[in-house]
């Protein structure tokens, strides 16, 4: 059984940085592309980032590139989101979730995923 825990969220104020996991169990890592989408009240899911399964492949929406880093740790079966110069526009639920797709552009999007995670608050205010 497929499941994504993330952790990491919290309350950090404009220009601040929080460093997002996904931890993964039950499916085999090696073969699955692996997203960050988030979700603000009111607005549709959105992506902001996805990594392929051999690490080759990323995707950055066009809000968060310079400012997260997507990456994986294959030992640990985990992805982590390092967000940067965060702004009070990037509150939102942010998701982990997990397909076994080909990542590029046009797939980082949250209808190409079926395996969700239960979603972390991040909360960038003064």
């Known amino acids: 059984q497929v499941q994504l825990v993330e952790s990491g969220g919290g309350l950090v104020q404009p220009g601040g940085s929080l460093r997002l996991s996904c931890a993964a169990s039950?499916?085999?890592?090696?073969?699955?592309?692996i997203g960050w989408f988030r979700q603000a009240p009111g607005n549709e899911r959105e992506s902001v980032s996805c990594?392929?399964?051999?690490?080759?492949?990323?995707y950055y929406a066009d809000f968060v590139k310079g400012r997260f880093t997507i990456s994986r740790d294959n030992a640990k079966n985990t992805v982590y989101l390092q967000m940067n110069s965060l702004k009070p526009e990037d509150t939102a639920v942010y998701y982990c979730?997990?397909?076994?797709?080909?990542?590029?552009?046009?797939?980082?999007?949250?209808?190409?995923?079926?395996?969700w995670g239960q979603g972390t608050q991040v909360t960038v205010s003064s």
């Open positions: 979730a997990t397909d076994q797709i080909l990542m590029d552009g046009s797939t980082c999007t949250p209808l190409m995923y079926d395996y």
């Open positions: 039950g499916f085999t890592w090696a073969y699955y592309t």
């Open positions: 990594i392929s399964n051999n690490d080759r492949t990323t």
